[in-house]
């Protein structure tokens, strides 16, 4: 097949970005040809590693295409972005005109079999209307349900073409519900299809004996993926030998409130930075407990690339993580139940100090297992992985294609 990739924000810098990537790879290596539009800050062409040059169009924000910075799917980015409750009508207009010149003529220069987009969202409700005669499918990947609770004015106009959508994909059976809440869709066009992550990137190694226990957090530095409470409950645990390393970044007031959080912990955490890929499996191969404290999510690939690694995990109970990661993943995984949440993203204030008390003492438990055990079984873990490879994720997704197309 010919299949054209919609990515509507920057595909080198969010997990959605890297599972467009990993799709590309697996399509390739199977014989299919691919073609990627995506958006990008002017003057900052991305490194997209699975895909020639030649396949690759762009709208580029920030003064060339349009005005004003990449539209995020999610509010916090870990790059200066908009929010698309703050786009004007004009600005979604101008929006809609810039992918609608570089989608057209990447479909006619291109001529694909089918158009795969990735968020459930304004574009591929947009892509949906603008070429009603190529077979499309899209993924979901859960920051698109938040937005049609943060811009309920925008989800009428998204939904209805969304629904004529011919296929329509879940990373779990919790995001499927959710789907079907949001959008007009009948059940037999939508398909969950899970998420992988890279075996021949984040592999088994050995730990080192502790101490430290070395603690990994991967991802925006942000209030939504619970940085804050991750660093105050750490900070109660200065009697543990632990240090903390933090990859990733954020913007603004947010990014300082963590910094500062982490400031106060003085050389037991290390800043990172935004890491590539290869540098992240790098660094998971080193740590020994992964913690992802976030209050809303898919499916947290990232989750699946450090179990690959070695690391034990501790997650916020959050839906799709429970789905995947629930009974079979205890023996490495402890989950940290969620409060009710005030917004889509954000505990309420009373709720913040006995949500600290309560990833405390998980963490403590934790440090103290890895203190007595640094390694836990590999045997176990990749029978556990051994169905969220992308090989095994693309198997899933080539047959929404086929019936998408009328050939499966």
Not at 20 to 43: D, K, M, T, W
Not at 218 to 243: E, H, M
Not at 273 to 289: R, Y
Request: charged residues 20%; hydrophobic residues 40%.
């Amino acid at each position: 097949m010919r299949i054209l990739h919609l990515l509507s924000q920057r595909p080198e810098q969010t997990g959605s970005g890297m599972y467009v990537q990993a799709l590309i790879r697996e399509a390739a290596s199977r014989g299919h040809e691919n073609f990627l539009v995506a958006g990008v800050p002017a003057g900052a062409p991305p490194d997209v590693a699975e895909i020639d040059g030649s396949h690759c169009a762009f709208v580029r924000f920030d003064g060339e295409d349009l005005p004003f910075p990449v539209v995020g799917m999610s509010d916090e980015m870990p790059y200066r972005s908009t929010r698309f409750s703050d786009l004007l009508p004009r600005e979604i207009a101008a929006y809609e005109a810039a992918f609608s010149d570089t989608l057209t003529r990447a479909v006619s220069d291109f001529s694909p079999d089918i158009i795969h987009s990735h968020h459930l969202w304004l574009m591929s409700a947009h892509v949906r209307d603008l070429f009603p005669e190529i077979p499309m499918v899209t993924s979901c990947h859960g920051s698109d349900l938040r937005q049609f609770e943060l811009c309920p004015h925008l989800a009428d106009r998204v939904a209805s073409p969304c629904g004529r959508i011919d296929g329509v994909m879940a990373l779990t059976r919790s995001q499927a519900k959710g789907i079907a809440s949001c959008c007009p869709i009948s059940p037999q066009r939508l398909h969950v299809v899970g998420g992988g992550y890279d075996e021949a990137r984040f592999a088994w190694a050995e730990k080192a004996t502790p101490p430290p226990v070395e603690i990994l957090y991967a991802g925006k530095l942000s209030r939504a993926k619970g940085v804050p409470w991750l660093l105050k409950s750490l900070s109660r645990l200065t009697d543990l030998p632990w240090r903390l390393h933090l990859a990733g970044s954020g913007i603004g007031a947010e990014r300082d409130l963590c910094e500062g959080l982490a400031t106060e912990l003085g050389a037991r955490v290390v800043f990172h930075g935004m890491l590539s890929h290869g540098a992240l499996a790098d660094l998971m191969k080193q740590a020994h407990l992964f913690v992802l404290p976030s209050f809303f999510e898919g499916l947290p690939l990232v989750l699946l690339e450090a179990l690959a690694s070695g690391c034990r995990l501790v997650a916020t109970s959050l839906p799709g993580v429970r789905e995947v990661l629930g009974e079979s993943a205890r023996e490495f995984m402890c989950f940290v139940d969620l409060p009710a949440l005030e917004t889509v993203d954000a505990p309420y204030a009373a709720d913040e100090e006995p949500l600290e008390q309560h990833l405390a003492e998980t963490l403590r438990d934790q440090i103290i297992g890895v203190m007595k055990t640094p390694e836990i079984d590999g045997d176990s873990v990749r029978q556990f992985l051994s169905p969220h490879t992308w090989s095994g994720v693309f198997d899933r997704i080539e047959q929404v294609y086929m019936k998408a197309t009328g050939e499966g």
